[in-house]
């Protein structure tokens, strides 16, 4: 749990932490819709290196991408397994008993593997760059015309960025719960999957009375500084779109132009 650094904010002095939120949001989900339409694995390993490029501008570690996919390492090789011998097409690579590994199946892992690495390191940039206040203010804005129905576009974001503040708080909470179960002889780590599973709850319960409680000290600090809910709100610093943000915007439309003229125009086989 102490490797998922999702929701965590790091201060520095770099381009892509002075770039406007909504800039970056954008520019994230065009990301992410782009990486999921994209049928050329070069395309998509392009878009995979442009994000690693980024790291060094926002002066963030590569291996925050790293800590961050080990948590859910797992998960994709049991999807890789799965998919492998579902996904039937293209040549025959080995067959075995009554397991056969076609390429197209082959083909369908990488470039999960690719899209899932680029997802996360792009997530982890705009974590770590963006401050849980301009979150809320990107929110807010992408969710404005909804406002015109009578939602209030405020708090839903703040509900959505207090959950991804929250997100290593409550992991640092699990580590406490876990260090103080195992000091009383708790054995957390071993045994068979049942009883692993059995462990949990030991951490479950007080895990979410220390949400409850973090939830009420919040609701009265809020209310202490007299937050009614974005009624009459005015923002403290307002972000205007500046000279970093429209040539990252430049930047990032030659960047996928680029990608969009591989996938369409250059095909090299992976297998």
Not at 36 to 52: H, Q
Request: glycine letters at 4%.
């Amino acid at each position: 749990m102490t490797n998922i650094s999702f929701g965590q904010y790091v201060y520095k002095d770099s381009p892509l932490h002075r770039m406007d939120a909504r800039v970056k949001i954008a520019a994230f989900l065009a990301y992410v819709i782009l990486l999921f339409s994209l049928k050329n694995w070069l395309a998509v390993l392009i878009m995979m290196v442009f994000a690693l490029m980024l790291f060094p501008v926002a002066r963030v570690p590569v291996k925050v991408t790293l800590r961050n996919f080990k948590p859910i390492l797992p998960i994709v090789i049991l999807t890789a397994l799965i998919n492998v011998f579902l996904v039937r097409g293209g040549e025959v690579l080995f067959s075995f008993w009554k397991i056969t590994v076609y390429r197209d199946g082959m083909k369908y892992i990488i470039m999960l593997i690719m899209r899932l690495f680029a997802i996360i390191s792009c997530s982890s940039l705009v974590s770590y760059s963006t401050s849980p206040i301009e979150i809320t203010t990107a929110i807010e804005f992408f969710l404005s015309p909804l406002r015109l129905v009578g939602v209030n576009t405020n708090e839903i974001a703040m509900m959505m960025t207090v959950a991804m503040r929250f997100i290593p708080t409550f992991i640092e909470e699990i580590d406490k719960i876990m260090a103080a179960q195992k000091s009383r002889g708790a054995d957390i780590d071993t045994g068979s999957l049942f009883k692993r599973i059995r462990s949990i709850i030991p951490i479950m319960v007080p895990l979410f009375v220390s949400a409850f409680r973090r939830a009420d000290e919040l609701a009265l600090a809020m209310e202490s500084r007299c937050y009614n809910g974005g009624i009459g709100k005015t923002s403290y610093k307002v972000r205007k779109i500046g000279r970093t943000d429209v040539i990252s915007i430049v930047v990032f439309l030659v960047a996928v132009a680029a990608v969009i003229a591989v996938n369409i125009f250059i095909r090299v086989e992976v297998l």
